[in-house]
């Protein structure tokens, strides 16, 4: 196995195969690319060999196995964060094997390597008012003001991820009969998200304001450049402390852009759309992943128990006391 430099394959795996083959999206190449630099950099450290002079069977299932117990104790990487990188690790080996047979038994040690088992804590999510109270704390005298509160409308009621948001083009933008933002989502799929008649209307607002060209961000920083995901996030943490100050059960939740993204999603169910249809709405690719909304609406469980009986009441067939009535139940 010392015949196959582990350089020639790391290069060949994101030239190749996630750019040209899988035409991956720019966030999985970035996540990708951590990943491999962390590994490599540990790698090194363990072999004392430079990154070039690695061979793929200096990268076994041992020295990846205390690479990802080093990223969780060392580095402070969750369960979650683990299993990513475990995931692209496998992603490169599972390539290797397809290019080197003779390398299969050595690639299938790390394909075999389990996910770590993790916590799956309740969405968090606003409810009606936090979403008032939200989207009243920017300051509507100021630019930035009226630009924060129609980025935070938008995201509470289209649920776009935030490199969807960040993303969006003046020209993805259609305020005619039928209103909606076109983006390009996860794997890179194009989707079509209808328009409320508030997001529409402070959309229209917006737009006439800053009179931007078509090919220009829909949200942007005061130079014109479009924001970056740091930026959201702080937006958004800036002003749900604000919003905290008006209603006491922000202090209890941690905000943030992928929360108003679960808000869009727990809308849409307490609302009584289907699962199929909030799948399709998020860009998910499958529709199991929506399950995680039925189990944080406490609302439609609390409608399941009042289908229920108390403990300790009669039971019973129901006769009905008109004898007309009990009739037509005999037939």
Not at 69 to 93: H, Q
Not at 98 to 113: D, I
Not at 185 to 195: I, N, Q, S, V, Y
């Amino acid at each position: 196995m010392a015949t196959y430099p582990l350089p020639i394959y790391v290069q060949r795996f994101f030239t190749e195969r996630l750019l040209t083959q899988m035409q991956a999206s720019p966030n999985t190449i970035a996540s990708y690319r951590d990943t491999f630099r962390l590994l490599l950099k540990y790698a090194t450290a363990e072999t004392r060999l430079p990154p070039t002079e690695l061979h793929v069977a200096h990268i076994d299932a041992d020295i990846i196995g205390r690479f990802l117990t080093f990223c969780e104790d060392e580095r402070g990487n969750s369960a979650r964060s683990r299993n990513t990188r475990l995931a692209a690790i496998r992603s490169f080996f599972k390539y290797v094997a397809g290019c080197e047979p003779q390398l299969l038994h050595h690639c299938q040690k790390v394909l075999a390597m389990p996910s770590k088992r993790h916590e799956k804590r309740v969405v968090d999510f606003l409810t009606r008012d936090e979403m008032e109270a939200l989207l009243k704390a920017p300051d509507q005298t100021t630019w930035f003001g009226r630009r924060d509160r129609v980025l935070l409308l938008t995201m509470l009621q289209t649920g776009l991820r935030v490199s969807e948001v960040i993303g969006l083009r003046v020209g993805d933008v259609e305020l005619g009969t039928g209103a909606h933002l076109r983006c390009m989502g996860k794997g890179r799929k194009e989707r079509a998200t209808p328009l409320r008649t508030d997001s529409r209307d402070a959309l229209k607002a917006w737009l006439a304001q800053s009179r931007a060209e078509p090919n220009e961000p829909l949200f942007a920083t005061i130079s014109g450049r479009p924001l970056s995901r740091d930026a959201v996030e702080r937006i958004v943490r800036k002003h749900a402390a604000t919003a905290a100050s008006t209603n006491s059960t922000f202090r209890l939740k941690r905000v943030t852009p992928h929360v108003l993204r679960h808000t869009a999603a727990m809308q849409l169910l307490q609302s009584g759309v289907d699962r199929t249809i909030i799948a399709l709405w998020l860009g998910h690719e499958s529709i199991d992943t929506t399950q995680v909304y039925i189990h944080a609406d406490i609302e439609l469980k609390e409608r399941a128990m009042a289908l229920t009986k108390p403990l300790g009441q009669a039971s019973g067939r129901y006769r009905p006391g008109d004898e007309l009535l009990a009739f037509l139940e005999a037939l």
